[in-house]
């Protein structure tokens, strides 16, 4: 039976070949397992057919299988041949064939020096050829420069291999350290001999160095002593006349590891890497500026749009503007500058302000909490004949009853336990000025009846006090609560609903004026950036219409905690992820699937939602749900059309389209109240 004769290391081993195929290699699954280091962990194996002869097959092993000194990937093996894996020999035996020579029988060659320098040569020019075409076919930039060092490390026979790249003129920057069994060599900027490879650098020419710690040429140089250095071979990386880096490689235990035939191996390796090595760095380069270039063209794209935007705003409100101006100068010229607003429901507003200012009666504002009602009243008094006196409020829903009276009409000392001395109420602080009273339907009976009287009589007596006081106020109310409503309930003084309601103004909430979502936005931006220090905060398109979309329940003042809350915690730009959990809950519910994902087709299925919970309202009424959308009929036409939709909000049959007030039949049907619309229905609000 064939048997191998293993040397290795010293020592002789014998193995049976009582199977086929025999694996050779470094490997725990081997069947013949040597440590030797040259040898791969799976290096070749021997097959065995029939009662032919055995053959030797390369699997791809890094440093070459040779059989009789020569390198070989498939070879028939005879009695005597001898398969060479770094310094291991395996010697083949068997039992003769009388018709082949066996390797004793063979005549020996004239030089065996000369024919093992040539095996060497070739074996180099061999793996020099592979190594060469990996280094020119890898693309990805990390895998070529372990590619680098590996390869080196494989050429040179080395322990380990360091590729160090030129930072500046004193830096070197480590980009990959392995040793021969491909393993990450940690902190490698401390396993070097930095003086060697800085000097390889300065210079540009190769150091060769059988004994490190003898060599006279290092002579003071510590780390060579610390480091126990032996071997070290390190070749420059020149490229287009430059010196990029070096590859180092050395082995701590062996003297006279490589010598000159190694030298120029891996001189003629060095070039080819610098060159793969320097345009791996082009690569790199042009990626990253084609990054950067992406990333400016996505700012130069935000910023077009938000330019747009601002166009676009600032036409709206120069026209509106300048119808003010005109309204103003005819009426004196008022400033409402600090109430946002520019759509319909907001000019109509500003023309009863107009009215109202320059008259001296009660006004009483209704209106949702959050609507900005004590914003109107402050523009009432400001730009009214009592603009230079004082603009006192007060909450009547937040004290209790007894507190809110003394608070409104003051007490004398000794009017109750604690009073021990008098103080002036707020009527009394506001005289010659103006009194808002703000969610004044919340005040108790007691207090009504006490306000009706100073509104009929001009004067109040302050709690424990026996003179009555006369002031002159204006007073302004406000209230979240329909008075009449809580007068036909019980809860409130009909005669002193009809003292403070003499000129009646009602706020509408956010939803119906959305086309102001855009510049109370941008003027909270504004503020709470300068408030912040972050004032030049931005915001991505997405997340505005994403604000557009959202109905407000908690109108102007939960916008303003919005914005307060981004300006605080986003990074800028402001992205849709950043919004508040209520908003992106909406956003992604279910109900309107949308016909597009994405943010787009959340916007959409809001928009559905509340165009079908407009119309349900209306009764299907087109003019009165675009009244409460805050939008012209003309738009929610557009809508419609565009969602294809009915007026009672249901989606549309195919043929069938919106028409007047009505959903027509596709063919014969009378279409009530038709009016042309053109296009297909694009994404324009109102004009």
Same mark, same amino acid.
């Given at each position: 039976?064939p ?19 025999? *694996? ?29 002869p055995?053959?030797?097959v390369? &699997?791809?092993?890094q ?8 390198? &070989? ?17 395996i010697?083949y ?13 063979r005549?020996s ?7 093992r ?26 895998k070529? #420069?372990?590619? *680098? ?9 080395? +322990? ?5 790249l ?6 070197l ?17 401390l ?8 000097r ?28 126990? =250095? ?25 003297k006279?590891?490589?010598d ?39 700012? &130069? ?8 935007? !601002? ?11 300048r ?21 319909k429901p ?13 008259s ?31 603009? *006192? ?10 507190? #809110?009276?003394?608070? #409104?009409f ?14 002036k ?14 969610? *004044? ?6 207090v ?10 001009? +004067? ?17 109310s ?17 005669d ?14 956010? !939803? ?7 510049? =109370? &936005? ?11 220090g972050?004032?030049?905060?931005k ?6 219409d ?25 990074d ?14 909406? =956003? ?21 939602? +509340? ?8 009764a ?14 003309f ?19 195919p ?5 007047g ?10 279409g ?12 324009e609000? +109102?004009?």
């Amino acid at each position: 039976m064939p048997r191998f004769i293993v040397f290795a290391d010293g020592e002789r081993r014998e193995l049976l070949l009582d199977k086929s195929p025999v *694996v050779v290699g470094r490997g725990t699954g081997c069947d013949v397992r040597i440590a030797d280091r040259m040898a791969s962990r799976i290096h070749c194996r021997v097959e065995q057919t029939g009662s032919g002869p055995a053959q030797v097959v390369d &699997v791809g092993s890094q440093n070459g299988t040779f059989v009789n000194g020569q390198q &070989v990937l498939t070879v028939d093996l005879r009695a005597g041949d001898v398969i060479s894996i770094g310094a291991t020999r395996i010697y083949y035996e068997r039992e003769p064939d009388p018709n082949e020579t066996s390797l004793l029988a063979r005549p020996s060659l004239p030089n065996d020096d000369l024919v093992r320098r040539l095996t060497r040569e070739r074996s180099n020019h061999l793996r020099l050829q592979r190594i060469s075409h990996a280094l020119s076919t890898e693309s990805d930039v990390e895998k070529l #420069l372990t590619l *680098v060092v590996d390869s080196l490390i494989e050429l040179a026979g080395a +322990e380990r291999g360091f590729l160090i790249l030129r930072e500046g003129e004193a830096q070197l920057h480590f980009v990959a350290a392995r040793n021969f069994d491909g393993d990450q060599v940690p902190e490698p900027e401390l396993a070097i001999s930095r003086s060697i490879a800085q000097r390889v650098l300065e210079t540009g020419k190769s150091i060769l160095s059988v004994n490190a710690g003898d060599d006279q040429r290092f002579e003071g140089v510590q780390s060579i002593s610390n480091l126990g =250095l032996r071997s070290v071979l390190v070749v420059p990386l020149i490229a287009q006349g430059e010196t990029i880096g070096a590859v180092y490689v050395d082995h701590r235990m062996n003297k006279g590891a490589f010598d000159d035939e190694d030298l120029r191996l891996a001189e003629a390796f060095a070039g080819q890497a610098a060159v793969a090595v320097h345009r791996a760095r082009l690569v790199t380069h042009l990626i990253d500026a084609n990054k950067q270039l992406e990333e400016s063209q996505e700012r &130069v794209r935000l910023l077009n749009e938000e330019l747009k935007r !601002r166009v676009a705003v600032q036409e709206v409100e120069l026209v509106e503007v300048r119808a003010r101006l005109r309204e103003r100068a005819a009426s004196g010229g008022n400033d409402y500058s600090r109430i946002v607003g520019r759509s319909k429901p907001m000019m109509d507003i500003f023309r009863l302000l107009d009215r109202v200012v320059a008259s001296d009666f009660p006004v009483h504002v209704f209106g949702e909490s959050g609507t900005g009602k004590e914003l109107i009243a402050r523009a009432i008094h400001e730009n009214g004949p009592r603009a230079g006196q004082r603009f *006192v409020s007060e909450n009547c829903a937040a004290l209790p009853d007894s507190l #809110l009276e003394s608070e #409104l009409f003051g007490y004398e000392r000794g009017a109750f336990t604690g009073a021990r001395q008098s103080k002036k109420g707020l009527l009394q602080m506001a005289h010659k000025g103006t009194l808002f009273l703000d969610e *004044v339907g919340d005040m108790s009976p007691d207090v009504q009846k006490k306000l009706l009287r100073f509104l009929q009589e001009g +004067e109040f007596r302050p709690v424990g006090g026996r003179e009555s006081i006369h002031v002159d106020v204006r007073i302004i109310s406000a209230s979240n609560k329909d008075l009449a409503e809580i007068v036909a309930k019980g809860e409130f003084r009909e005669d002193l609903m009809y003292r403070l309601n003499v000129l009646p103004m009602r706020l509408p909430p956010l !939803r119906e004026r959305k086309e102001d979502v855009p510049l =109370l &936005v941008d003027a909270f931006m504004k503020r709470f950036g300068r408030e912040t220090g972050r004032p030049n905060m931005k915001m991505r398109p997405e997340v505005l219409d994403a604000l557009c979309a959202w109905h407000w329940p908690g109108n102007v003042r939960e916008l303003e905690n919005e914005i307060r809350m981004l300006i605080t915690f986003a990074d800028d730009p402001i992205t849709v992820d950043r919004l508040s959990e209520r908003i992106r809950r909406a =956003l992604a519910a279910p109900g309107d699937a949308p016909e597009r994902e994405g943010l787009t087709g959340r916007v959409e299925a809001l928009e559905r939602a +509340e165009i079908r919970r407009a119309l349900e309202e209306a009764a299907g009424n087109k003019s009165r749900a675009a009244e409460t959308l805050g939008i012209s009929r003309f738009a929610l036409q557009r809508k419609l059309e565009k969602y294809r939709m009915g007026t009672d909000g249901r989606p549309l049959k195919p043929g069938e389209k919106v028409d007047g007030d009505e959903v027509a039949a596709p063919a014969g049907a009378n279409g009530a109240d038709a009016a042309p619309h053109g296009g297909s229905g694009g994404d324009e609000d +109102e004009p």
